[in-house]
Nanobody, 116 residues
Framework: QGHVVESGGGLVEPGGSLTLSCTAS????????VRWYRQAPGKEREMVAI????????NYTDSVKGRFTISRDNAKNTAYLRMDSLKPEDTAVYYC?????????WGKGTLVTVQS
């Protein structure tokens, strides 16, 4: 049974940075796309960033372009979301999603709070 676990969330001031990690186990990580989602209080879950299996393709939602960077290290079975220039509206629970042809795995999320 596969799992993904997020880590790295916390409290940060506006303009600050955080790096989230998503560590996978129990499946062949390098055959899965990885997506980061977030869900702010009272809002629907939205996809923030996506990365292909060997990092050739990345894409971002418009609101984070130029501020967030998604990456992965298949040797470590880990994906990352580097978040710079954070804004209060980035406050949300961030979820990692690993998607493959045969299965999909979600983490339980990590809370990011941006406030002074």
């Amino acid at each position: 049974q596969g799992h993904v676990v997020e880590s790295g969330g916390g409290l940060v001031e506006p303009g600050g940075s955080l790096t989230l990690s998503c560590t996978a186990s129990g499946f062949t990580f390098n055959t899965y796309l990885v997506r980061w989602y977030r869900q702010a209080p009272g809002k629907e879950r939205e996809m923030v960033a996506i990365i292909s299996t060997w990092s050739a393709v990345t894409n971002y939602t418009d609101s984070v372009k130029g501020r967030f960077t998604i990456s992965r290290d298949n040797a470590k079975n880990t994906a990352y979301l580097r978040m710079d220039s954070l804004k209060p509206e980035d406050t949300a629970v961030y979820y990692c999603n690993a998607w493959g042809l045969e299965a999909e795995y979600w983490g339980k999320g990590t809370l990011v709070t941006v406030q002074s």
